[in-house]
């Protein structure tokens, strides 16, 4: 069964601090996707990752992807209050699983003064 | 360029009834897929549909069933409602299936009292 786990589960961070999301899946795939969801909201595409080492940045968060770790990082930099949100990482194992994506649990990310 | 499109947004049933969710891909997108998303579970792949195909089926009762049409708008349909059916339900378009980018909707909210 694919598993995607991330940690921290909740995360509280002070302005202008960085911070690390982990994301650990179980297959072989190449195919990593960040979403972040504000509260009552949909999922809002943020990156995807669709080869090792690939790295992509978008103003303070950066997200990268090493699959033979099988390993995604979400890094925050110098976080602000904007970022508060609950961030979830997924992953499609390609094949026959087409258009399945597997989330993890999701981050809830709290920034405060 | 118009987002994914669910309707309706809210929708309170009772135990037993029956329900129809839809949505509206994105333009050219010929993927449709379909999530739960709860409290406890977090979010779970129900179904995708690719060409008025179903591609991928996730683990669910077959009273959660789906179809697309050939203009690419999907429903899905819940029928025998239970308690622990009230979830957000998310549908996501992508152009293609597996490795592209799946863009969500705003979600159907729905309650089963």
């Known amino acids: 069964e694919l598993k995607v786990e991330q940690n921290p589960l909740f995360l509280s961070m002070q302005e202008g601090k960085n911070y690390t999301i982990y994301c650990n899946y179980s297959?072989?795939?190449?195919?990593l996707y960040w979403y972040r969801q504000d509260p009552g909201k949909s999922l809002e595409s943020l990156f995807v990752?669709?080869?090792?080492?690939a790295v992509k940045q978008e103003g303070r968060l950066m997200a990268s992807l090493d699959t033979k770790a099988r390993l995604s990082t979400l890094h925050i930099t110098a976080a602000v209050h904007d970022l508060s949100a609950t961030y979830f990482c997924?992953?499609?194992?390609?094949?026959?699983?087409?258009?399945?994506?597997?989330f993890g649990q999701g981050t809830i990310l709290t920034v405060h003064p | 360029k118009a987002g994914v499109t669910q309707t309706p947004r809210y929708l309170i049933k009772t135990r037993g009834q029956q329900v129809t969710l839809s949505c509206s891909p994105i333009?050219?997108?010929?993927?449709v897929s379909w999530y739960q998303q709860t409290p406890g579970q977090g979010l779970q792949f129900l179904f995708e549909?690719?060409?008025?195909?179903?591609?991928n089926k996730g683990n669910f009762p077959g009273r959660f069933s789906g179809r697309q049409f050939s203009n690419s708008r999907s429903e899905m349909n819940v029928s025998t409602l239970e308690l622990g059916d009230s979830a957000l339900y998310l549908c996501?378009?992508?152009?293609?299936?597996?490795?592209?980018?799946?863009?969500f909707g705003q979600g159907t909210r729905l309650t089963v009292v």
């Open positions: 297959t072989t795939s190449d195919r």
């Open positions: 997924a992953e499609n194992a390609g094949g026959t699983s087409y258009g399945k994506l597997t």
């Open positions: 996501a378009s992508s152009l293609f299936t597996g490795v592209s980018e799946a863009f």
């Open positions: 333009s050219g997108h010929r993927s």
């Open positions: 990752l669709l080869s090792n080492g």
């Open positions: 549909y690719f060409s008025e195909t179903q591609r």
